[in-house]
């Protein structure tokens, strides 16, 4: 993948003091354009300085939107988060909160999966996961790959006043955690599974048990998949997405009754 071979041959400290003599350059010169002012002014002048904090204040938007639009042509050529977070020293997470929406697949904007096509609508997932940090980062990783209406509930029982609601839309795929307060997973798994009306739609558990005993009862309740959760954050995005790519691209879902 383009992208993935990147690798700066100066250190961020000898990036950093080429760039700031670079921009103070500059600065200096269009701050002395801009007081129409000859170099050899007095270096005291309060005008010529707040000139010059003008003009980098000018400057730090400029570049703010220069990396913006250096963030999506690198999106487009196939890097994604981790790489464009590394090019400006910063997580993957970062990135994405400072370049938000890098990867929302219309024609023109960059694409993480080119082979997607925009659905007719947008796919509805219920997630049912009362961590919210694992919560957030499903969410994150879901919006990567498209248009999601996402509805998060924290036990079972709220999943089933959610589901059984007259107004509540079938929801494309349900993703579910298994140690939750009132009901948990366990349980919500075989009430959907014996439900007429719920127990076509697909339900993948997604937990941290690796118990044996967890996996054989998820499939006995005749759970879709069974995925653990990775520690690693960057991994823990891959799973989630697998997931969404096989329930939601490939496989061919229910009708909606």
């Known amino acids: 993948m ?14 950093s003091a080429v760039a700031d003599a670079a921009v103070g350059k500059l600065a200096r010169r269009l701050a002395v354009q801009l007081l129409e002012e000859e170099p050899s002014a007095t270096e005291g002048d309060p005008a010529r300085a707040l000139a010059l904090l003008h003009l980098l ?3 730090q938007q400029a570049a703010e939107r220069l990396q913006r639009g250096a963030a999506a042509t690198a999106a487009r050529a196939g890097a994604g ?9 910063m997580s993957r997470q970062g990135a994405r909160r400072r370049w938000p929406g890098l990867f929302n697949h219309t024609n023109e904007a960059p694409m993480e999966h080119p082979m997607m096509t925009t659905p007719a609508r947008p796919f509805d997932v219920l997630l049912v996961e009362d961590d919210m940090a694992d919560a957030l980062l499903i969410e994150e990783a879901l919006s990567e790959r498209g248009a999601r209406n996402l509805v998060q509930v924290t036990d079972g029982v709220a999943a089933l006043e959610h589901l059984r609601a007259p107004a509540t839309a079938r929801p494309d795929l349900i993703v579910l955690d298994l140690n939750m307060p009132r009901m ?6 075989r009430i959907l599974k014996k439900d007429e009306n719920l127990q076509t739609i697909p339900v993948v558990v997604l937990t941290t048990s690796t118990a044996p005993d967890d996996v054989a009862d998820a499939y006995s309740s005749h759970a879709n998949a069974y995925v653990t959760k990775p520690v690693n954050l960057e991994e823990f995005e891959q799973a989630v997405q697998s997931i969404d790519a096989f329930y939601l691209d490939t496989a061919t879902r229910p009708p909606r009754s």
Do not use: H, M, S
């Open 2 to 15: 383009p992208g993935k071979n990147f690798v700066l041959r100066t250190t961020p400290e000898e990036t």
């Open 57 to 59: 204040d000018q400057l």
């Open 81 to 89: 988060y981790p790489q464009i977070g590394a090019a400006c020293g």
């Open 184 to 189: 948990n997973g366990r349980d919500l798994l």
